[in-house]
């Protein structure tokens, strides 16, 4: 058995190299991307080579974005090398990354603690509903189908969606009928069954509604991305709450890494408001980062 509504992903930053660093508290003021956009690093030039070269690594929507997230990985990785060569860690011709860089300080300088008993269950009661087995739901349902950005359409489909509705809640036997005949989803080959669902397996908009509801005809549409739904649930079967103990160590790893990222995140900071900087500004905080 499972948490299927704990996703400890989704309330963390991450990208696709997997970092095991957040720089998303530290805010960037200004690069000099004009006329001469090289960055002096306590006096280590970084220049607009290093900058275009690290960019193929950071993807954004335009070149002066690309340029930012590149410039402050090479500035981190540089201040963590610096870093590292000043307590000995490392030697100069050292070819370690950003991130195994950052392990090293960590590991030597930063004092992360771990997640008690107590406040994982304290973070277990907090969040009771976060750690259910999914609902199952039996359900018929019927797609009037528009287009998103068509509103004369979607006006359509939703006057039509109210039409059926009354229709059918006069007479309830015929939604099996009706969606044989105006559906858009295979399901129409079904009378509209789209047989035991359970969260996570229709689209969003959708699935919040019917989730919420009680057993019987849902009493009004529900307008999706893809149009207005007209939907019956046969049966509903509640989730379970699951026991703290089947879940504990998941939640200590899942708040165990949140302070160890805001940890990083505070130690970056840090070495940032210590460092001579040129070409590149960060805001930073001026409160005490690390104890």
Same mark, same amino acid.
């Not at 335009?62 to 000995?88: H, K, N, P, W, Y």
């Not at 860690?89 to 070819?95: A, I, R, T």
């Given at each position: 058995m499972?948490?299927?509504?704990f996703?400890?992903? /989704?309330?963390?930053?991450?990208?696709?190299?997997?970092?095991?660093?957040?720089?998303?508290t530290?805010?960037?003021?200004?690069?000099?991307?004009?006329?001469?956009?090289?960055?002096?690093i306590?006096?280590v030039n970084i220049?607009?080579?290093?900058?275009?070269q690290?960019?193929q690594?950071?993807p954004?929507?335009d070149q002066r974005?690309?340029?930012i997230?590149?410039?402050?990985?090479l500035?981190i990785?540089?201040?963590?090398r610096q @870093?590292?060569l000043?307590l000995?860690?490392?030697?100069q011709d050292?070819?370690?990354n950003?991130?195994e860089?950052?392990?090293?300080l960590?590991?030597?300088e930063?004092d992360i603690?771990?997640t008690?008993?107590d406040?994982?269950?304290?973070?277990? =009661?907090?969040?009771?509903?976060?750690?259910?087995?999914?609902p199952?739901?039996?359900v018929?349902?019927?797609?009037?189908?528009?287009?998103k950005?068509?509103?004369?359409?979607?006006a359509e489909?939703k006057?039509l969606a109210?039409?059926?509705?009354? =229709?059918i809640k006069l007479?309830?036997h015929?939604?099996?009928e /009706?969606?044989?005949m105006?559906?858009?989803c295979?399901?129409?080959?079904h009378?509209g069954s789209?047989g035991q669902i359970s969260k996570? =397996?229709t689209?969003s908009e959708?699935e919040?509604?019917?989730?919420?509801?009680p057993e019987g005809?849902?009493?009004s549409?529900i307008?999706?991305?893809?149009?207005?739904?007209?939907?019956?649930i046969?049966r /509903?079967?509640e989730?379970?709450q699951?026991p703290?103990?089947?879940?504990?160590? /998941?939640?200590?790893v899942y708040?165990?890494?949140?302070v @160890?990222r805001?940890?990083?995140?505070?130690y970056i =900071?840090?070495l940032?408001?210590?460092?001579?900087?040129?070409g590149?500004e960060f805001e930073?905080?001026?409160?005490p980062l690390?104890?």
């Amino acid at each position: 058995m499972t948490a299927t509504e704990f996703n400890p992903a /989704k309330d963390q930053t991450s990208n696709s190299s997997a970092s095991v660093i957040d720089t998303s508290t530290i805010d960037v003021k200004n690069i000099n991307t004009d006329q001469n956009p090289d960055i002096y690093i306590n006096g280590v030039n970084i220049t607009e080579a290093d900058i275009l070269q690290e960019m193929q690594y950071h993807p954004a929507n335009d070149q002066r974005s690309a340029m930012i997230v590149a410039a402050e990985s090479l500035i981190i990785t540089e201040l963590f090398r610096q @870093r590292c060569l000043e307590l000995g860690l490392v030697s100069q011709d050292d070819k370690r990354n950003e991130d195994e860089l950052c392990e090293l300080l960590v590991d030597k300088e930063v004092d992360i603690p771990r997640t008690s008993d107590d406040e994982a269950e304290r973070y277990y =009661q907090a969040n009771l509903s976060r750690f259910c087995t999914s609902p199952l739901l039996e359900v018929d349902h019927i797609l009037l189908a528009a287009d998103k950005e068509d509103l004369d359409q979607r006006a359509e489909a939703k006057e039509l969606a109210e039409s059926l509705l009354e =229709q059918i809640k006069l007479k309830p036997h015929t939604f099996s009928e /009706k969606a044989k005949m105006h559906s858009m989803c295979p399901s129409k080959e079904h009378g509209g069954s789209l047989g035991q669902i359970s969260k996570g =397996q229709t689209v969003s908009e959708f699935e919040r509604v019917l989730f919420l509801s009680p057993e019987g005809l849902v009493p009004s549409p529900i307008e999706s991305r893809y149009g207005y739904h007209l939907a019956n649930i046969h049966r /509903k079967v509640e989730g379970n709450q699951i026991p703290f103990e089947h879940v504990e160590n /998941k939640i200590k790893v899942y708040l165990d890494e949140k302070v @160890r990222r805001k940890a990083v995140s505070q130690y970056i =900071q840090l070495l940032i408001s210590d460092a001579d900087i040129k070409g590149f500004e960060f805001e930073v905080s001026d409160s005490p980062l690390v104890q």
